[in-house]
């Protein structure tokens, strides 16, 4: 396995030019803004319970994290 660094200083084992390193075109949404309600969706957590996140947060305030790995 070959490792390269980009011009960010970020290690990963897909060449440099692999679509799964490029960066979101111009003009492309990142997520939503900040304060922006976010779409009814539901997701397991970490027992695998599904949890309704604007149902089951009963109106309370939630920080939600996005983190997507550079190389999946």
């Known amino acids: 396995m070959v490792v390269e660094r980009d011009h960010h200083g970020f ?3 897909a060449p440099l030019g692999h679509p799964g390193r490029a960066g979101l075109p111009k003009g492309h949404s990142t997520g939503p803004e900040i304060g ?16 309704d996140y604007h149902n089951d947060r009963a109106g309370r305030k ?5 983190y ?4 999946w």
Do not use: H, M
């Open 36 to 51: 922006q309600r976010l779409p009814d969706f539901t997701l397991p957590n970490a027992n695998g319970t599904p949890v």
């Open 62 to 66: 939630s920080v939600v994290v996005f």
């Open 68 to 71: 997507r790995s550079a190389v």
């Open 11 to 13: 290690d990963a084992p």
